[in-house]
């Protein structure tokens, strides 16, 4: 059993099988716990940016996430059963995969005192007064995965500020346009040498350009009231 789990190599290989329809066979590494040993098939790879468990094993009747750590790619004929007759002298014997048992709990049932009308009590089986146990056997619980990242972006461009959210591989809220105040403000709450002097430059450059054009339609608004005003004369 290899405790180096899977090479890039692998995983990639593993994908183009999944992809192809197969369920290739890997047996779990020591970093799985108490299913070391065992072997599962791989019937999903999901996105690793997401998390880190990405390779989905069937074990049993579960399909749980794991690591490339905690598997490696099973050896040829595993978890095969091969009658004793025809297994060859010194060769290990490789386990099949175990279905995960259902959680149990001890149960005590006591003797039954009810009896048939004449049965003579010492006559029945002194087995039939024990009480019947089931033995608790442990289970291994599925991984609990974190939540995933959460990631909002400010960005400016083109004269414009804008907002955008985005959870994982899911898009919350594409970007959206918001008041220059508003980006200040949410500058404000970064704390990062720089970041508030960029800001304010791109600010004043748009103040001074607006002022620009202020002063433009100004000039051009007063040309034109002295022209009417000759004409109003000239009539």
Known sequence: MSGQGLSTEEVAGIREAVAAGRKPKVVFTASAGQIAGQVGQVVAL???AVSDEFVVVRFGRDELPF?????????????????????????????EPVVAPEPEFVLDTPPVAARA???????????????????VKPVKAAKAK????L??????????WTVAAQQGAKVLAKPYVVKPA???????????????????QILAAERAEAEQQ?????????????RLAELREAG
């Open 67 to 95: 690591s490339p750590v905690d598997v490696a790619v099973a050896p040829r004929g595993a978890g095969r059963r091969v009658p004793s007759a025809e297994r060859p002298a010194g060769e290990p014997v490789v386990a």
């Open 46 to 48: 999901t996105d690793p």
């Open 182 to 200: 508003e980006a200040l403000r949410m500058v404000g709450l970064v704390d990062v040498s720089g970041v508030q002097e960029a800001v304010e």
């Open 214 to 226: 202020a002063e433009k339609l100004r000039s051009e608004l007063a040309e034109v009231e002295a």
């Open 151 to 160: 990631t909002v972006t400010l960005a400016y461009g083109e004269g414009e």
């Open 146 to 149: 974190g939540p995933v990242g």
């Open 117 to 135: 009308v004449g049965e003579d009590a010492s006559a029945r089986p002194a087995e039939s007064a024990k009480p019947a146990r089931r033995a």
